[in-house]
């Protein structure tokens, strides 16, 4: 760690003098052989040479802002978030955008021939012990990050599309770019060719304002089509993300690794009972997916790979397990369904997966655990307010209820509760079993039954992810024995994922698509559920958000 932050002052300092020594006219050539003469002095009157850029890794910002002072700089002004950089680490690494924090600092520094410029310096906060360190290690490796930059002066379209046409002219290869709302600034990139004499590959234009309808062109000018297919390609490889993840637990290498220390592959591939250079193959995909991290000693296990422990406490293995398996081969026939509007997983195995799940106790049992695997839903649902103000001895019924776990949740946040769990004969035992554990026992009871044993008398109905299973005639009817179940004062919560009104992305659509394949039924949006509530003498007052895209809807009788 010491020697990777020595690595980074190293750096900025380099980048500090290296824009205290340069200008625009003495640049450009550098960056782009063969420019010279009018041409020369046609760009340099256009755009001038604004920042050298670098991306550091401090610990905390308390040692960024201590390695910026001991390089002789200050901040001018807040850290403000990096857009551009960030997808492109989202993409470089297929991490989730939202857990890369990466900020862009500007301070001045005055050139030799008095022109004020910046050092740019783009920042990831990486903790030491962070799953991070493996994106750290391999930006410091590459610094594609690392660039010299030109602002334009005249964010004109057309001198725009002049300048990329004329970096292209000699040489230069368009690398991605981006609009940042934060700073309302348009970022073209080059790659500079191979002749250059700068030790920077990276080129710059930094414009003023919104442009993204001439940065659209400049993607395609020199490569045509070539971001959509390097696009199209992860997205097609996307399969391969799905089997890595379920061969990593089914062989159950988690088991056998550590988020402390680093395990050797030999040991590794003793436990999992795998070929060590097979293995190997398998643990650096997943290092470049995130879930693992690799060093000098081997290879350990980052926060997101630690779920895929069996023993880890909220453990996404069994999801795993399904949707590399049973799921995994229904979505072959995806295009069957489509076509047919027969559902996928009938077609390959010949029964609905309710059945076929029935018949098999090892595959009924993955998938409850399945469904208790995405309990992170649930995780505020205790603290609605239906739940927080239901009186001493109120009685909470999960219909379909699976292995209790959501029932459970509830019943360790609201001691004075009783619950009722409606589930089909096999799967009581289960949840008698889980909910014993969490001694919740004496305060449960245990139904078997369908949809029509819903009971009566009760204060609070819970349909957690029920209704997606089921075609619009079926949730109608379920609904209904719900409501013939209720007194006027009992109430309903169902929690799903409900598809966004405005197409907005959303886990939502991708599980719309699941249902369709995989059960025949189909993900909704809240118009659609208040529409099967009033048709089942329902109605819907209000709804909640939840974590994963989940969402709980609050009905009571009409």
């Known amino acids: 760690m010491i020697t990777a932050l020595s690595g980074d002052m190293s750096r900025l ?8 020594e340069q200008d625009t006219a003495t640049l450009l050539p550098l960056l782009l052989p063969g420019l010279d003469g009018p041409e020369l002095r046609a760009l340099a009157e ?12 401090p610990p905390d910002e ?46 001045s520094v005055r050139g030799r021939d008095g022109t004020r410029r910046t050092v740019e310096v783009f920042a990831l906060t990486v903790p030491p012990g962070s799953d991070l360190e493996t994106v750290a290690a391999h930006e410091r490796e590459g610094q594609r990050e690392a660039h010299v930059a030109f602002e334009v002066e005249a964010p004109d379209p057309l001198v725009l599309r002049g300048l990329c046409a004329a970096f292209g002219q000699y040489g230069a290869i368009p690398d991605g770019g981006g609009y940042n709302p934060h700073e309302d600034g348009t970022v073209f990139y080059f790659t500079a060719p191979a002749e250059a004499k700068s030790g920077y590959r990276r080129v710059e234009l930094y414009v003023p304002g919104d442009h993204r309808d001439v940065l659209a062109a400049h993607l395609d000018d020199v490569h045509p089509g070539q971001q959509h297919a390097e696009t199209l390609l992860r997205l097609l490889t996307g399969a391969w993300t799905t089997q890595a993840l379920a061969a990593f637990a089914r062989l159950e290498v988690a088991d056998a690794m550590d988020r402390e220390r680093a395990v050797g592959l030999a040991e590794l591939a003793r436990e999992a009972g795998a070929l060590a250079p097979n293995l190997a193959t398998l643990l ?57 509007g027969q559902v996928a997983f009938e077609q390959r195995f010949g029964e609905n997966h309710f059945d076929h799940f029935a018949r098999d106790p090892e595959l009924a049992e993955l998938f409850d655990l399945s469904m208790a695997a995405g309990a992170r839903m649930f995780d505020p649902l205790p603290a609605h307010p239906v739940l927080a103000s239901a009186p001493v001895g109120a009685t909470v019924v999960d219909i379909a209820g699976g292995n209790g776990e959501l029932l459970g949740r509830i019943l360790s946040a609201h001691p004075r509760l009783h619950g009722l769990l409606l589930e089909r004969p096999q799967t009581v035992e289960t949840a008698r079993r889980v909910l014993g554990r969490a001694g919740h026992a004496e305060r449960c009871t245990f139904l078997p039954g369908d949809f029509a044993d819903v009971p009566a008398g009760c204060d609070v109905y819970v349909l957690s ?37 405005d197409g907005s992305a ?19 949006r809240a118009d659609h559920y208040a529409r099967l509530f009033t048709e089942a003498g329902l109605t819907l007052l209000d709804r909640t958000p939840l974590p994963l895209d989940g969402t709980v809807l609050h009905a009571r009788r009409t």
């Open 506 to 524: 959303s886990l939502a659509t991708a599980w719309d698509l699941h249902m369709m394949c995989n059960v025949g039924g189909r993900e909704r």
């Open 46 to 57: 256009r755009c001038a040479f604004s920042h050298a850029a670098l991306l550091v890794f």
């Open 13 to 20: 300092r380099e980048t500090v003098e290296f824009v205290k």
């Open 284 to 340: 650096r995909y997943l290092t470049m997916l995130g879930v693992v991290s690799e060093d000098r000693d081997g290879f350990r296990l980052t926060d997101t790979g630690a779920l895929l422990r069996a023993d880890a406490e909220g453990s996404m293995r069994p999801l795993a397990l399904m949707y590399g398996g049973p799921f995994y081969e229904s979505f072959a026939g995806l295009g069957h369904t489509v076509r047919t």
């Open 62 to 107: 308390a040692a960024l802002y201590a390695a910026l002072a001991d390089c002789g700089l200050a901040a001018d002004a807040p850290p403000r978030p990096s857009v551009v950089v960030r997808e492109r680490l989202a993409v470089r690494h297929r991490r989730s955008a939202a857990e890369l924090d990466v900020a862009i600092l500007r301070p």
């Open 465 to 501: 992810r029920v209704l997606h299973d089921w075609d619009d005639d079926r949730c109608r009817e379920i609904l209904r024995h719900c409501a013939r179940a209720m007194s006027s004062a009992a109430d309903l919560l169902v929690v799903e994922r409900v598809l966004p009104a």
